[in-house]
């Protein structure tokens, strides 16, 4: 019995903490992680349908919130982790559309559309 006592204690503590389930504290990263997944199944498209400006938003959003959840009171871990992945996500997609830019298949394509518009 004192050991289900105990962690009822400890689930009271965690659920009135200033971080806990009552608070958007708690909230926010938890949706936020719905980012992340769509980072990773981004990770199936090819490079060609990504969007360069909107991974770099999630890069620079993810290392804004990461230092702010830091320097905020309470500090809020889970926020601050959700956002180190949201910022890896964003960063692996930046790196991967990179790389295709600087393939030569994008380069033919480009010349191609030049080629095409300077027809019309």
């Known amino acids: 019995m004192a050991t289900s006592a105990a962690s009822q204690s400890a689930l009271q503590k965690f659920i009135n903490s200033p971080a806990g389930p009552k608070t958007i504290h708690f909230w926010a990263p938890a949706m936020k ?4 997944i769509a980072g990773i199944s981004d990770l199936q498209r090819p ?21 702010y959840s830091m320097v905020i009171i309470p500090k809020n871990y889970s926020l601050g982790a959700v956002n180190v992945f949201v910022a890896s996500t964003g960063l692996m997609q930046v790196g991967r559309i990179m790389k ?5 298949e994008y380069k033919e394509k480009q010349l191609q559309e030049q080629a095409v518009k300077a027809a019309a």
């Not at 969007?51 to 993810?62: E, F, K, P, Y």
């Not at 295709?100 to 030569?104: K, L, T």
Request: proline residues 0%; aromatic residues 10%; charged residues 15%.
């Open 100 to 104: 295709y830019r600087m393939s030569d």
């Open 33 to 36: 992680w719905a980012l992340v």
């Open 47 to 67: 490079a060609e349908n990504l969007s360069l400006a909107q991974n770099l938003s999630l890069v620079a959003t993810g290392l804004i919130w990461t230092r």
